[in-house]
T-cell receptor
């Protein structure tokens, strides 16, 4: 089976930088994705890492270390609208399905 | 280009009734995934389908739950004889290929069982 662990909650101030960590245990791992979900709405894709290293997309960056079974999502120049739940998800494990972590609730304060 | 469309947005059923949840994938997408989400929890994989085929149903309960994705029309997730524990948000996602790393999600169906 597969399991992914994330902190349940992170709080940061507007304009700051925050890092959300994700550790995973999977078999047949392909890559790690990140999704954002506002108030139970549709999860939206943020980034995907198949190789080790950092992927940058605007204010968001994602990192993967396959040897450490670890990744993180980095959010810079935080805005109030970034308050949401963030999920890491692993692909692989003998199928094409994504297995999601339990999610991190990010609260951005003034 | 319309996104993934799910309906109904909210569905209320009494115990023992049937629930049918519909999902139309994005145009050009032939791969559909169903996930279930309880409050304050992550998304739990249920089933992965391609047109007319169930590829992986390892996350779907063996009884009362079924899914289909016919050649024509939306994907359907069917729950027979619903119980209160079935109350959850059910999300559908689609992708253009089978790599599975980028999914496009619908807005979900909130099922409430009275």
């Amino acid at each position: 089976g597969q399991s992914l662990e994330q902190p349940s909650e992170v709080t940061a101030v507007e304009g700051a930088i925050v890092q959300i960590n994700c550790t995973y245990q999977t078999s047949g791992f392909y890559g790690l994705s990140w999704y954002q979900q506002h108030d139970g709405g549709a999860p939206t894709f943020l980034s995907y890492n198949a190789l080790d290293g950092l992927e940058e997309t605007g204010r968001f960056s994602s990192f993967l270390s396959r040897s450490d079974s670890y990744g993180y999502l980095l959010l810079q120049e935080l805005q109030m609208k970034d308050s949401a739940s963030y999920f890491c998800a692993a692909s692989g494990g003998g199928g094409n399905k994504l297995t999601f972590g339990t999610g991190t609730q990010l609260k951005v304060e003034l | 280009n319309a996104g993934v469309m799910q309906n109904p947005r909210h569905l209320v059923r009494r115990r023992g009734q049937e629930a049918r949840l519909r999902c139309s994938p994005m145009k050009g997408h032939s791969h559909v995934y169903w996930y279930r989400q309880l409050p304050e929890e992550g998304l739990k994989f249920m089933v992965y389908l391609q047109k007319e085929n169930i590829i992986d149903e390892s996350g779907m309960p063996k009884e009362r739950f079924s899914a289909e994705f016919p050649k024509e029309g939306p994907s359907i997730l069917r729950i027979q004889q619903v119980v209160r524990g079935d109350s959850a948000a059910y999300f559908c996602a689609s992708s253009p290929g089978d790599s599975g790393e980028k999914l496009f999600f619908g807005s979900g169906t909130q099922l409430s069982v009275l």
